[in-house]
């Protein structure tokens, strides 16, 4: 018996109303996933990462890419004996993307995907292929629904993939779903981020906040395999790693994984917390030495770590990739009439960033709240520049003291940015400055708009200082206004402006000394 046709009108061979959206729409997503393999406008579409002279030797990079994993090459100890350093097999991976709507959502969707390859390709693995699936809200089962799941299991094995990485962040049962029918690995996005954070940290509290990070993630995603899920660990059992005093009464394996991660996430949240009073210390130094602070923040790969150098010749690294700078570095620097300030570069932001790094990172965020000036910096020559000013912006809300810190957007990338977009976002936003770290366009109209943004010094001052006492001079220097120093037998006459706990200072020793 076979079905009868949607329309009895039309000819057999005419396909009805809902097929032919349904070709269309998968035409859409084949002419989307052809666009993000090659690679158009992903941050590693040139290739490669151009440096200034403001850039420094960048040993750091030398040291990064020495590391990349490399193709052919597995974690396995035979493949690795002959070998001086242990190099991480280079994944094979299928890009999975959701879009629901016409042609705008796809156009999201394009953009988003864009932005995994990059993510994947940063992380060291290589993009094979993709798929792209219009659908209104994700399958509760396999994200994907059980037709396309089987669709993709095909594509991975023609591709010889080794893993998946799913444009969005699934639910254990839907990883779990997803790799019983693909058979390979699955990972989300947040999985990826958090990768590429954990390549990248360097310092202690850099390493200890991924690692937090990464086990809240872990946390709710064990998987039990086979026996262990219901074997017992209580009692006078040995196991591998847990031995008296370390078991439960009667618990699982999992059970006592959980109880281990958990032991160990109060251990890294007490190490950052511990962290926090050598930074607040560093802090309350330079706000009682009256040194204003300002702050980059921005997307990732922005150029952020490029502009920092620029303003300053930092020479922190700086790389053609998501995510390259992680640990926050403050360099000093001075204004054209030598007023001296703190610039300090932070993590970049990302669409859909993990909520569990956004916590662990809490506490070098709140460099930007503490912050007198913020250089909030754009990729003006991005696809989509205010969805990444809006994602920058819905992490920075949650930051204690945010809303009271002056903000300027900063547009980099002019030299290949699109004018008309330029325009677009300048009549959006209150203040911008149109900049190219790489060409130094705007550097200086930047240097200027910095200067007086930064809170200036407000008590007068007309008193001699002590020869003894040249270090007050030195942080008039470094701090106040001076428009009269002078020379005399008592010591440095000096007239200006300084800020009051400075002014109060001087006053006390001029009136010691007279």
């Known amino acids: ?92 991976v299928v890009l999975v993307g959701l879009y629901s709507g016409g042609e705008a959502a796809a156009l999201d969707a394009e953009i988003s995907l864009r932005e995994l390859a990059a993510l994947a390709e940063t992380a060291g693995s290589q993009v094979l292929d993709g798929l792209l699936q219009r659908r209104q809200k994700p399958d509760p089962g396999t994200y994907l629904g059980s037709g396309k799941a089987v669709e993709l299991a095909q594509l991975v094995l023609a591709t010889g993939a080794d893993t998946v990485v799913v444009d969005g962040e699934l639910a254990p049962s839907q990883r779990r779903a997803l ?204 696809p989509d520049p205010e969805s990444q000013i809006a994602a920058v912006r819905e992490v920075l809300a949650d930051i204690p003291g945010i809303h009271d810190v002056p903000e300027i957007v900063v547009l980099n990338k002019a030299d290949i940015a699109d004018p008309a977009v330029v325009g677009r976002i300048q009549r959006r936003e209150k203040r911008t400055v149109v900049v190219s770290a790489h060409t130094g366009e705007g550097i200086a109209e930047l240097r200027e708009i910095v200067a007086d943004a930064l809170p200036r010094p407000s008590v007068e001052i007309d008193l001699v200082v002590p020869y003894s006492r040249g270090d007050l001079v030195h942080r008039v220097h470094e701090s106040g206004e001076i428009d009269q120093e002078e020379h005399v037998a008592a010591g440095t006459h000096l007239r200006g402006r300084v800020d009051a706990a400075l002014a109060a200072e001087l006053d006390r020793v001029a009136a010691q000394a007279s």
């Open 1 to 92: 018996m076979t079905d009868s046709p949607t329309n009895p009108g039309a000819p057999a061979d005419e396909p009805s109303g809902h097929e032919h959206h349904e070709r269309a729409a998968q035409a859409i997503a084949n002419d989307v996933v052809a666009r993000v393999l090659a690679r158009a406008g992903t941050a590693r579409a040139d290739g490669g990462t151009v440096h200034t002279d403001h850039d420094g030797e960048q040993l750091d990079l030398e040291e990064r890419t020495a590391l990349r994993r490399v193709a052919g090459l597995s974690t396995e100890l035979e493949d690795v004996t002959e070998v001086e350093y242990r190099q991480l097999r280079l994944e094979r």
């Open 179 to 382: 790799e019983d029918v693909v058979k390979v690995k699955v990972v989300d996005r947040t999985a990826l981020i958090l990768d590429i954070f954990a390549q990248h940290a360097k310092s202690r509290e850099g390493k200890a906040q991924v690692e937090l990070a990464q086990l809240e993630y872990l946390l709710p995603r064990l998987r039990g395999w086979g026996e262990s899920m219901s074997r017992q660990a209580g009692g006078q059992v040995g196991g591998a790693g847990a031995g008296m005093g370390s078991r439960g009464p009667g618990e699982t394996k999992i059970e006592l994984d959980r109880r281990r991660i958990r032991n160990r996430m109060a251990k890294l949240r007490r190490e950052i917390d511990a962290m926090g009073p050598s930074r607040e210390t560093k802090r309350l130094s330079r706000k009682r030495n009256a040194i204003p602070a300002v702050a980059i923040a921005g997307y990732t790969n922005s150029g952020k770590s490029s502009l920092l150098n620029a303003l300053t010749d930092a020479g922190v690294l700086v790389e053609n990739a998501l995510f390259a700078t992680l640990d926050p570095t403050v360099r000093r620097t001075q204004t054209e009439d030598g007023r001296v300030y703190t610039l300090a570069d932070t993590v970049g932001f990302v669409r859909h960033l993990p909520h569990q790094l956004v916590e662990a990172f809490r506490s070098t965020l709140e460099e930007v709240g503490s912050a007198d000036l913020l250089l909030h910096i754009v990729d003006a020559a991005h």
